[in-house]
């Protein structure tokens, strides 16, 4: 059974930050695209950031020089670093995976493997 699940989040003034974790389990080892999503009540779910199958790494321009990936491939974890945290960064924020692939191609259109979410509270 492949599982995604995030932790790390909580409460921070502006100006602080957080780092988030999205362990992965059950997955077969091939190689997967990555990303964390957010999503604010009566809003569309938004990409933040995505990591690609090669390493190649893409940030929401919103969040560009703010956030930055990490991963630990013995513990399977995924890692997204917030720092200088805005008020507007306020959501449940999601790791996610797509349908996996070779190396060589470009990330599914969409993710097909989700994690319960977890909240991010930035207080001005």
């Known amino acids: 059974q492949v599982q995604l699940m995030e932790s790390g989040g909580g409460s921070v003034q502006a100006g602080g930050s957080l780092k988030l974790s999205c362990v992965a389990s059950?997955?077969?080892?091939?190689?997967?695209?990555q990303a964390w999503f957010r999503q604010v009540p009566g809003k569309e779910r938004e990409m933040v950031a995505q990591?690609?199958?090669?390493?190649?790494?893409t940030f929401a321009d919103s969040v560009k020089g703010r956030f930055t990936f990490s991963q630990d491939n013995a513990e399977n974890t995924l890692y997204l670093t917030m720092n200088n945290l805005k008020p507007e960064d306020t959501a449940v924020y999601y790791c996610?995976?797509?349908?996996?692939?070779?190396?060589?191609?470009?990330?599914?259109?969409?993710?097909?493997?989700w994690g319960p979410g977890i909240q991010v509270t930035v207080s001005s």
């Open positions: 996610a995976r797509d349908k996996g692939g070779p190396l060589s191609d470009a990330c599914s259109p969409s993710y097909v493997y």
């Open positions: 990591l690609t199958r090669d390493g190649s790494t």
């Open positions: 059950g997955f077969i080892p091939i190689k997967y695209c």
